[in-house]
């Protein structure tokens, strides 16, 4: 396939409301996954362990950061969207954000406030990079592999700032596990109402959403897997995960699945390009 057939091939999910299921599905997944690994098997930061040491967070990272760049490669050289490689893609995002977010809160120091503001910079310069090297941000137009880099470099960036926001809003904004989650569904309910009824970019529009479901799927899995005393449910992260995944994986089987829409190629509606 030469690369002016491939570019008519959007490699990501049409926005649809079964895309927004199995993604809610995945952050929270990615918050019971990175927490079973980085907490439960490899035992999560000690203050001994410092920003150097072999430390949960750390180790995880480097496990879940290995299988992203897997998946992302094969995601980039697949000749067209295939829903099973996309989500499991997401979800080692959600799980090497969920690691990396709390190795930097937690084990660098910086506190929830430094690691959302860093993050937040770094989804920002991502998304600036983005268009000003391809001309639009909108996920319309993810069918060449440059788009595609900058598609998963902004989607890891998003989900590390959603698990930290996520963690500040609960913890130290006192809000509780499913005080958070209430805030986050509130926004994206905002959003929601925002899509349809007002004249806002749809692209910008999404790429907020796309945020935020992050840091609701982070505290409805802290609610899953936290300490009774925590405010949690105290259920295994294992199990949790286990469930979850089998969750997404009937979602995946059962919901429409398609891909985007390419703007060269059909003559839809489409989301405004920024």
Known sequence: MDAQTRSDFV???????????VKILATTLGETGGDSVSMTWL??????????????????????????VVLVWAQIGARRYNPWLYWATIVASTTAGTTLADFAT???GIGYPGGTLLLLALVLGSLTWWKSSLGTVSVN?????????FYWLT???????????G?????????????GAALFGGLLAILTALYFRSRISHVMLFWT????????????GD???????????????PVATAVLAAAIVLSIAFLPQRAGAHPGAVDTPLPDPI
Not at 45 to 60: E, F, S
Not at 155 to 165: D, E, R, V
Not at 167 to 179: F, I, V
Not at 223 to 237: M, V
């Open 209 to 220: 959403a796309f945020i935020l479901t992050r840091p609701l799927g982070a505290t409805v």
């Open 43 to 68: 035992g999560e930061t000690t203050p001994q362990a410092g920003v150097g040491g072999m430390n949960g967070y750390l180790v995880g990272t480097a496990i879940f950061g290995a299988v992203l």
């Open 11 to 21: 490699k990501v999910p049409a926005v649809t409301l079964g895309f927004w299921i």
């Open 167 to 179: 963690d500040w809003a609960a913890d130290t904004g006192g809000l509780g596990y499913l005080g």
């Open 141 to 149: 137009t993810v069918s060449t592999p440059a788009a595609e880099r």
């Open 155 to 165: 989607i890891t960036f998003s989900q590390t700032l959603g698990t930290a926001l």
């Open 223 to 237: 609610f899953l897997d936290k300490p009774l005393a925590q405010g949690g449910l105290a259920l295994s992260r």
């Open 106 to 108: 937690r084990s660098i």
